[in-house]
T-cell receptor
Framework: QQQVKQSPQSLIVQKGGISIINCAYENTAFDYFPWYQQFPGKGPALLIAIRPDVSEKKEGRFTISFNKSAKQFSLHIMDSQPGDSATYFCAASRGDSNYQLIWGAGTKLIIKP | EAGVTQSPTHLIKTRGQQATLRCSPI?????VYWYQQALGLGLQFLLWYDEGEERNRGNFPPRFSGRQFPNYSSELNVNALELEDSALYLCASSLEGPWVNLAFFGQGTRLTVV
Protein backbone atom coordinates (compact mmCIF):
# COMPACT_ATOMS: atom_id res chain seq x y z
CA GLN A 1 0.00 0.00 0.00
CA GLN A 2 1.36 3.36 -1.02
CA GLN A 3 -0.87 5.68 0.95
CA VAL A 4 0.11 8.11 3.67
CA LYS A 5 -2.86 9.10 5.79
CA GLN A 6 -2.67 12.49 7.50
CA SER A 7 -4.88 13.90 10.23
CA PRO A 8 -6.47 16.18 11.14
CA GLN A 9 -7.52 17.96 7.97
CA SER A 10 -7.55 21.28 9.80
CA LEU A 11 -6.38 22.42 13.20
CA ILE A 12 -6.84 25.57 15.25
CA VAL A 13 -4.43 26.18 18.11
CA GLN A 14 -4.04 29.10 20.48
CA LYS A 15 -0.80 31.04 20.37
CA GLY A 16 1.71 29.40 22.66
CA GLY A 17 0.04 26.02 22.47
CA ILE A 18 1.30 22.75 21.00
CA SER A 19 0.20 21.80 17.50
CA ILE A 20 0.20 18.08 16.71
CA ILE A 21 -0.29 16.57 13.26
CA ASN A 22 -0.28 12.84 12.71
CA CYS A 23 0.54 10.59 9.78
CA ALA A 24 0.31 6.84 9.24
CA TYR A 25 1.79 4.73 6.50
CA GLU A 26 1.59 1.09 5.43
CA ASN A 27 4.61 0.41 3.24
CA THR A 28 7.37 -0.88 5.52
CA ALA A 29 9.90 -0.16 2.76
CA PHE A 30 9.58 3.57 3.38
CA ASP A 31 12.70 4.94 5.02
CA TYR A 32 12.46 8.69 4.64
CA PHE A 33 9.75 10.78 6.31
CA PRO A 34 9.76 14.53 5.68
CA TRP A 35 7.40 17.27 6.68
CA TYR A 36 6.74 20.22 4.39
CA GLN A 37 5.31 23.63 5.20
CA GLN A 38 3.34 25.52 2.57
CA PHE A 39 2.19 29.12 2.84
CA PRO A 40 -0.62 30.41 0.58
CA GLY A 41 0.66 31.18 -2.89
CA LYS A 42 3.98 29.43 -2.27
CA GLY A 43 5.36 26.02 -3.01
CA PRO A 44 6.03 23.56 -0.18
CA ALA A 45 9.30 23.94 1.69
CA LEU A 46 11.07 21.14 3.53
CA LEU A 47 10.68 21.71 7.27
CA ILE A 48 12.18 18.68 8.95
CA ALA A 49 12.73 15.03 8.09
CA ILE A 50 13.48 11.78 9.89
CA ARG A 51 14.75 8.32 9.04
CA PRO A 52 13.50 5.23 10.90
CA ASP A 53 16.72 4.64 12.80
CA VAL A 54 15.73 7.30 15.33
CA SER A 55 12.49 7.80 17.26
CA GLU A 56 12.62 11.56 17.53
CA LYS A 57 14.22 14.52 15.81
CA LYS A 58 14.04 18.09 17.03
CA GLU A 59 14.83 21.30 15.22
CA GLY A 60 13.98 24.40 17.19
CA ARG A 61 10.28 24.36 18.01
CA PHE A 62 9.58 21.53 15.54
CA THR A 63 9.83 17.87 16.57
CA ILE A 64 9.12 14.69 14.62
CA SER A 65 8.16 11.65 16.66
CA PHE A 66 8.46 8.33 14.87
CA ASN A 67 6.91 5.01 15.90
CA LYS A 68 8.21 2.30 13.59
CA SER A 69 6.15 -0.54 15.05
CA ALA A 70 2.92 1.44 14.73
CA LYS A 71 3.97 2.85 11.34
CA GLN A 72 3.12 6.33 12.51
CA PHE A 73 4.93 9.63 12.73
CA SER A 74 3.87 13.01 13.93
CA LEU A 75 4.89 16.65 13.88
CA HIS A 76 4.81 18.65 17.09
CA ILE A 77 5.08 22.42 16.99
CA MET A 78 5.87 23.79 20.43
CA ASP A 79 4.97 27.35 21.47
CA SER A 80 2.93 27.74 18.25
CA GLN A 81 3.03 31.22 16.75
CA PRO A 82 0.71 32.98 14.27
CA GLY A 83 3.55 32.83 11.73
CA ASP A 84 3.28 29.04 11.86
CA SER A 85 -0.15 29.25 10.25
CA ALA A 86 0.24 27.27 7.03
CA THR A 87 -0.60 23.93 5.45
CA TYR A 88 1.61 21.09 6.58
CA PHE A 89 2.22 17.96 4.56
CA CYS A 90 3.80 14.74 5.70
CA ALA A 91 5.34 12.44 3.13
CA ALA A 92 7.21 9.17 2.85
CA SER A 93 9.49 7.49 0.39
CA ARG A 94 12.05 4.79 -0.17
CA GLY A 95 15.52 6.24 -0.12
CA ASP A 96 16.31 5.27 -3.67
CA SER A 97 13.19 6.90 -5.13
CA ASN A 98 13.17 9.99 -3.01
CA TYR A 99 11.56 12.15 -5.67
CA GLN A 100 8.58 9.83 -5.68
CA LEU A 101 7.46 10.95 -2.27
CA ILE A 102 4.02 9.75 -1.27
CA TRP A 103 2.32 12.78 0.23
CA GLY A 104 -0.37 13.10 2.86
CA ALA A 105 -3.39 15.24 2.05
CA GLY A 106 -2.24 18.13 4.21
CA THR A 107 -3.32 19.84 7.42
CA LYS A 108 -4.34 23.46 7.45
CA LEU A 109 -3.02 24.89 10.71
CA ILE A 110 -4.33 28.17 12.09
CA ILE A 111 -2.71 29.71 15.15
CA LYS A 112 -5.02 32.13 16.91
CA PRO A 113 -3.33 35.14 18.56
CA GLU B 1 19.47 34.44 -6.09
CA ALA B 2 16.18 33.78 -7.88
CA GLY B 3 14.20 30.75 -6.79
CA VAL B 4 12.25 28.37 -8.97
CA THR B 5 9.90 30.40 -11.13
CA GLN B 6 6.79 29.11 -12.83
CA SER B 7 4.56 30.70 -15.44
CA PRO B 8 1.82 31.49 -15.82
CA THR B 9 0.54 31.84 -12.25
CA HIS B 10 -3.00 31.10 -13.33
CA LEU B 11 -4.31 29.41 -16.46
CA ILE B 12 -7.91 28.86 -17.49
CA LYS B 13 -8.62 26.43 -20.29
CA THR B 14 -11.62 24.75 -21.83
CA ARG B 15 -12.07 20.99 -21.72
CA GLY B 16 -10.32 19.38 -24.68
CA GLN B 17 -7.75 22.16 -25.09
CA GLN B 18 -4.03 21.91 -24.43
CA ALA B 19 -2.17 23.63 -21.61
CA THR B 20 1.53 24.48 -21.47
CA LEU B 21 3.16 25.25 -18.15
CA ARG B 22 6.71 26.51 -17.77
CA CYS B 23 9.36 26.20 -15.09
CA SER B 24 12.73 27.88 -14.68
CA PRO B 25 14.93 26.09 -12.14
CA ILE B 26 17.36 27.70 -9.76
CA UNK B 27 20.57 28.56 -11.58
CA UNK B 28 22.88 25.53 -11.61
CA UNK B 29 20.13 23.02 -10.89
CA UNK B 30 19.88 20.29 -13.50
CA UNK B 31 17.01 18.22 -12.13
CA VAL B 32 13.41 19.35 -12.50
CA TYR B 33 10.39 17.63 -10.98
CA TRP B 34 6.73 18.20 -11.74
CA TYR B 35 3.91 17.50 -9.31
CA GLN B 36 0.15 17.80 -9.38
CA GLN B 37 -1.59 19.08 -6.25
CA ALA B 38 -5.32 18.54 -6.57
CA LEU B 39 -7.63 20.19 -4.04
CA GLY B 40 -7.67 18.25 -0.79
CA LEU B 41 -4.96 15.87 -1.91
CA GLY B 42 -1.24 15.70 -1.40
CA LEU B 43 1.22 16.19 -4.19
CA GLN B 44 1.43 13.48 -6.80
CA PHE B 45 4.62 12.95 -8.74
CA LEU B 46 4.27 13.58 -12.46
CA LEU B 47 7.68 13.75 -14.12
CA TRP B 48 11.39 13.98 -13.38
CA TYR B 49 13.84 15.50 -15.86
CA ASP B 50 17.57 15.50 -15.47
CA GLU B 51 20.20 16.71 -17.90
CA GLY B 52 17.60 17.14 -20.62
CA GLU B 53 16.11 13.68 -20.40
CA GLU B 54 12.97 12.27 -18.87
CA ARG B 55 14.18 9.99 -16.09
CA ASN B 56 10.87 8.83 -14.70
CA ARG B 57 7.18 9.53 -14.74
CA GLY B 58 4.40 8.95 -12.27
CA ASN B 59 1.12 7.16 -12.79
CA PHE B 60 -0.43 9.67 -15.19
CA PRO B 61 -1.80 9.14 -18.72
CA PRO B 62 0.38 9.91 -21.77
CA ARG B 63 -1.46 13.17 -22.41
CA PHE B 64 0.72 14.55 -19.62
CA SER B 65 4.11 15.12 -21.19
CA GLY B 66 6.96 17.54 -21.03
CA ARG B 67 10.52 18.30 -21.88
CA GLN B 68 13.64 19.90 -20.50
CA PHE B 69 15.55 22.40 -22.55
CA PRO B 70 19.37 22.79 -22.81
CA ASN B 71 19.21 25.63 -20.25
CA TYR B 72 17.45 23.16 -17.88
CA SER B 73 14.15 25.00 -17.94
CA SER B 74 11.19 22.73 -18.41
CA GLU B 75 7.76 22.64 -19.92
CA LEU B 76 4.76 20.54 -18.93
CA ASN B 77 2.13 19.92 -21.57
CA VAL B 78 -1.31 18.58 -20.84
CA ASN B 79 -3.31 17.58 -23.89
CA ALA B 80 -7.03 16.92 -24.23
CA LEU B 81 -7.73 18.66 -20.93
CA GLU B 82 -10.30 17.11 -18.63
CA LEU B 83 -12.15 18.79 -15.77
CA GLU B 84 -10.26 16.69 -13.24
CA ASP B 85 -6.96 18.12 -14.48
CA SER B 86 -7.84 21.28 -12.56
CA ALA B 87 -5.13 21.53 -9.92
CA LEU B 88 -2.04 23.37 -8.76
CA TYR B 89 0.97 22.20 -10.73
CA LEU B 90 4.23 22.54 -8.88
CA CYS B 91 7.73 22.43 -10.25
CA ALA B 92 10.81 21.80 -8.13
CA SER B 93 14.50 21.77 -8.94
CA SER B 94 17.60 20.33 -7.36
CA LEU B 95 21.32 20.31 -8.06
CA GLU B 96 21.12 16.66 -8.94
CA GLY B 97 18.45 14.03 -8.92
CA PRO B 98 16.72 12.06 -7.70
CA TRP B 99 16.90 13.74 -4.31
CA VAL B 100 13.81 15.86 -3.96
CA ASN B 101 14.71 16.42 -0.31
CA LEU B 102 17.35 18.77 -1.69
CA ALA B 103 14.86 20.45 -4.02
CA PHE B 104 13.18 23.82 -3.91
CA PHE B 105 9.63 24.31 -5.12
CA GLY B 106 8.18 27.06 -7.23
CA GLN B 107 4.93 28.82 -6.36
CA GLY B 108 2.94 26.73 -8.82
CA THR B 109 0.59 27.26 -11.74
CA ARG B 110 -3.09 27.06 -10.92
CA LEU B 111 -4.77 25.35 -13.88
CA THR B 112 -8.53 25.57 -14.09
CA VAL B 113 -10.37 23.54 -16.72
CA VAL B 114 -13.91 24.65 -17.46
Amino acid sequence: QQQVKQSPQSLIVQKGGISIINCAYENTAFDYFPWYQQFPGKGPALLIAIRPDVSEKKEGRFTISFNKSAKQFSLHIMDSQPGDSATYFCAASRGDSNYQLIWGAGTKLIIKP
Amino acid sequence: EAGVTQSPTHLIKTRGQQATLRCSPISGHTSVYWYQQALGLGLQFLLWYDEGEERNRGNFPPRFSGRQFPNYSSELNVNALELEDSALYLCASSLEGPWVNLAFFGQGTRLTVV
